[in-house]
């Protein structure tokens, strides 16, 4: 587990998309850090209670789940209101949810296309709209958007994906624009590969897409891209979001920490 600490006592957070992979681990490492947090996500009903119980013995924190659709607009403002209510503010929202599929885009899905931009983007936007009232009347608050080095860069097959992360950027800099003086940061995690069940399941998608195996995805198509040749760590990435949800990174507003192990820098 990531080393680096920062005292987060009696803070608020919710973290979407966190039983499970980068969100997660998000959401230990704000525990870890004395965050009380909000749950939030698919998974088996016993796992995620799990999941809840240990973060709030381990870490003698205050843990609850919420089952909001990342689809549904009302239950996201229900998730948010929840959170308010049950915890008495809320200081940090993370936008992890998100789900992936890999086609070309003349046979790519609507479906697919709806539910990725839905999931990966708008559901940002609805997190975002009912927690900037509750940030505001706190003058605090910091947001973080999972977005991905595909916010910044296009691969093929990927086009609702690709599509959903460059908008996300651009709503976390608008979003960074209008909160700036209230008090309130919004930023973004741009990760290259991360070994998540996302990309477990996108490499055996881009074999069967491309026609090759499985290792010579890995090797030739996700870490070829990343000149460290290494897949992104959970612990990197709960590094940057504690830098950001700290008090050194409160100048930081609208911006991308981009962690991708040299991707970006071609």
């Not at 947090?37 to 016993?46: E, H, K, M, P, R």
């Not at 205050?62 to 503010?89: C, Q, S, T, V």
């Not at 976390?172 to 741009?190: D, F, P, Q, R, Y």
Request: with cysteine.
């Amino acid at each position: 587990m990531n080393s680096v600490r920062v005292d987060l006592s009696g803070q608020a957070a919710v973290i979407t998309g966190s039983t499970s992979g980068i969100g997660a681990a998000l959401a230990e490492g704000l525990a870890k850090n004395g965050a009380h947090i909000v749950l939030n996500g698919l998974g088996d009903a016993s796992d995620i209670e799990t999941l809840r119980a240990r973060l709030a013995e381990q870490y003698g924190i205050k843990a609850f789940y919420h089952p909001a659709n990342m689809l549904k607009p009302d239950e996201i403002e229900d998730l948010i209101a929840f959170a308010a209510h049950e915890l008495g503010r809320l200081d940090i929202l993370i936008n992890n949810a998100g789900i992936q599929h890999v086609s070309p885009v003349d046979a790519f899905p609507a479906d697919k296309w709806d539910a990725i931009i839905g999931i990966n983007l708008t559901s940002a936007f609805h997190t975002i709209k009912h927690a900037a009232p509750v940030m505001k009347a706190q003058r605090y608050g910091r947001i973080i958007n999972i977005a991905s080095v595909h916010a910044l860069r296009a691969s093929p097959f990927k086009a609702a994906y690709v599509a959903a992360k460059h908008g996300v950027l651009g709503l976390t800099k608008t979003v960074a624009l209008e909160v700036a003086e209230n008090g309130i940061t919004a930023n973004c995690i741009n990760p290259g590969y991360v070994k998540t069940p996302l990309v477990e399941n996108q490499i055996a998608d881009t074999a069967r897409v491309r026609g090759i195996s499985e290792e010579d995805v890995v090797r030739d198509v996700l870490l070829s891209a990343q000149p460290t040749r290494t897949f992104i760590t959970y612990d990197q990435l709960i590094g940057a979001l504690l830098y950001l949800v700290s008090s050194d990174g409160g100048n930081v507003n609208g911006h991308a920490i981009t962690v991708d192990g040299g991707w970006t820098a071609r």
